[in-house]
């Protein structure tokens, strides 16, 4: 019997930082045997934000793929691959984007925030929005049950949805009043995907916060990350150095001080497994009895135990780069059988199904 299929993945825009891990990668990692899982390295959509910088987004493709890897991500049973070197993906993108009106596409509020947070002001280009129709198409290329994703990528899903429900009641007969989950039954091509998040569902980054006073979500891009290829040295300089709470002071005034929006907290909550140590440490913090030195000295240990074997792992990656491009060579070969099988159903239901076609992915 088939494994239920799963596609998740990352924008090859750095490496993996802890937000990956907690958001996604984790249930990644646990659901590998239960799920026939493929993951994207969605490099066309690194170039939507860095189109100057095509030497970072090629070495950013090796980085995550190493960090999938380093991870516990396995090869001989997961599927990672390249999003430029899967046509039938571009191909579904331009099918798509016929079905989702531009204004739809502009209200997605996941690209209104990267509007903001990455200082894009308007002059972005087309193909920076175009990347949420893409998107789609990566997805629905694999016509999986499950896509594990972090909270910012819940707009991005429904737009998935929206893109699966039309398709399927203009191609393939379904009735618009039909129930998401019996779309298949009722002859539809394209599954309507529930996302899966993760324990964490959006982590915030070390700081500093925005410009409205709430702290960012840890990105890549935005320079609060902390990464999973950082050295023992570096995580301790960036926990040093995080952005904590000035209001911590004014403890004695009850309502002045809201601990749970320091991050300091939020990180220990996260990733912290002694809980009566977060308990005892928090009532301390609050009444002014600890300072923040001694609650990031143990937020340094937790994180860089956590970190170490990934480290190790990451390390005997780094020193074999061709395991790494072999891993992604077989991964596409594998995540191109299952595309072109969409794209001719897709075709075959728009009644544009000329000719067979084959592809072939060499060395
Ligand atoms: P960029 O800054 O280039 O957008 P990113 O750090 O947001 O990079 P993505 O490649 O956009 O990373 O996201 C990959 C996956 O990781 C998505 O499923 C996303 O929801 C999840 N993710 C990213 N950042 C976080 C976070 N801080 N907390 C939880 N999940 C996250
Ligand atoms: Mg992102």
């Known amino acids: 019997m088939s494994k239920p299929r799963i ?15 907690v958001g996604s990668v984790e249930n990644r990692v646990a659901m590998q045997d239960a799920y026939d899982c493929y993951f994207i390295i969605a490099n066309k ?31 001989a049973k997961s599927t990672m691959f390249i999003q430029s070197e899967v046509p039938a993906i571009d191909e579904l993108t331009f099918f798509f984007a016929i079905l989702i009106p531009f204004n739809r596409v502009m209200r997605n509020p996941t690209l209104t925030q990267e509007i903001k947070d990455k200082d894009l002001g308007d002059k972005y280009p087309f193909g920076f929005p175009m990347y949420a129709v893409g998107q789609c198409a990566d997805i ?7 896509v594990p994703v972090g909270e910012d990528q819940i707009p991005h899903l429904e737009l998935t949805r929206e893109v699966a429900r039309k398709f399927n009641q203009l191609y393939c007969g379904v009735n ?30 070390i700081g500093p916060p925005g410009a409205d006073g709430n702290l960012l979500k840890m990105s890549k891009s935005l320079n609060n990350a902390i990464f999973l290829s950082d050295t023992a040295a570096e995580v301790e300089k960036k926990i040093k150095g995080m952005y904590t709470d000035p209001n911590r002071l004014r403890v004695t005034d009850p309502g002045e001080t809201d601990p749970a929006k320091n991050p300091l907290w939020a990180f ?13 440490h928090r009532e301390q913090y609050k009444n002014g009895k600890v300072g923040d030195v001694v609650i990031k000295r143990k937020l340094m240990d937790v994180i860089n135990e956590l970190i170490e074997p990934i480290r190790t792992k990451r390390k005997h990656f780094e020193d074999r780069p061709d395991d790494v491009i072999d891993a992604l060579r077989v991964g596409t070969k594998k ?6 099988e969409t794209l001719a159903l897709t075709k075959k239901a728009m009644k544009q199904d000329y000719f067979s076609r084959e592809l072939k992915i060499e060395r």
């Open 7 to 21: 596609l998740t993945g990352d924008t090859p825009t750095g490496k993996l930082h802890l937000g990956h891990y």
């Open 45 to 75: 959509h690194a170039f939507t934000t860095r189109a100057d910088k095509p030497g970072e987004i090629r070495q950013s493709v090796i980085d995550i793929a190493t960090d999938y890897l380093a991870c516990g991500i396995d090869p």
């Open 140 to 146: 629905l290329a694999f016509r999986p049950e499950l």
């Open 176 to 205: 618009s009043k039909t129930d998401d989950k019996d779309n298949i039954k009722a002859g539809g091509l394209f599954p309507i995907i529930a996302p899966k998040l993760g324990r964490i569902k959006r982590l915030v980054g």
């Open 268 to 280: 220990h909550e996260t990733f912290n497994t002694d809980t009566a140590w977060i308990d005892d």
């Open 335 to 340: 995540a191109n059988v299952i595309a072109e």
